[in-house]
């Protein structure tokens, strides 16, 4: 297993569709994946650390497995299969070890909430990682290490040409006449 963390959160301008992006912590290769909205939001609260007023479905989900006698030991994305992500949640409870099968993006929001490792297996990698190049990592450090901000800011990061250049590789690997279908993540 490899270990990843959460690089940015991405939203498509056509089709407000949104992408986790997941970096290898020694390496430029990176793992996109289709999320649903909801979700997106539930990730980026979670690492800009806003608490919202009620418990959202992952912070029940957390509290639910401390009230078992729970510790979450960390996530991992295990598989793909046609464009679909598949991942797991790992529990350590009570000396036994429990895994449980979860949709990429709550596993995701359930680490981000509990400061547990994220991995990924190196076949899910090797099949839809991407890589980019040093000046187009450049460009992207300047504009993916700004926290996520709500549509309507008035902070929004300049975009030009240099800083879109990751974007527009990323999106030419993308295949628009089959985009995701709602529940599922794809890449």
């Known amino acids: 297993m490899i270990r990843v963390v959460v690089d940015s959160i991405r939203v498509s301008l056509l089709t407000q569709h949104r992408v986790v992006v997941l970096r290898e912590t020694d390496s430029k290769r990176y793992l996109p994946i289709w999320i649903g909205p909801f979700e997106a939001d539930a990730i980026a609260m979670a690492i800009q650390g806003h608490e919202p007023q009620r418990p959202m479905t992952h912070d029940l989900l957390k509290a639910t497995i401390i009230d078992l006698d729970g510790q979450i030991s960390h996530i991992f994305i295990n598989d793909i299969q046609d464009n679909t992500f598949f991942a797991r949640i790992v529990?350590?409870?009570?000396?036994?070890?429990?895994?449980?099968?979860?949709?990429p993006s709550d596993a995701i929001a359930l680490?981000?909430?509990?400061?547990?490792?994220?991995?990924v297996e190196g076949h899910v990698l090797d099949q839809a990682?991407?890589?980019?190049?040093?000046?187009?990592?450049?460009?992207a450090e300047t504009t993916t290490r700004e926290p996520v901000e709500e549509p309507e800011?008035?902070?929004?990061?300049?975009?030009n040409d240099e800083s879109?250049?990751?974007?527009?590789?990323?999106?030419?690997?993308l295949n628009l006449d089959n985009p995701p279908k709602g529940?599922?993540?794809n890449s």
């Open 111 to 119: 680490a981000v909430r509990t400061d547990v490792p994220i991995f």
């Open 153 to 159: 800011s008035e902070n929004e990061p300049e975009l």
């Open 91 to 103: 529990i350590e409870q009570r000396g036994r070890t429990v895994e449980i099968d979860a949709r």
């Open 129 to 139: 990682g991407v890589f980019f190049d040093d000046e187009e990592q450049t460009a």
């Open 183 to 185: 529940g599922q993540e």
């Open 164 to 173: 879109m250049s990751i974007f527009r590789n990323f999106i030419n690997t």
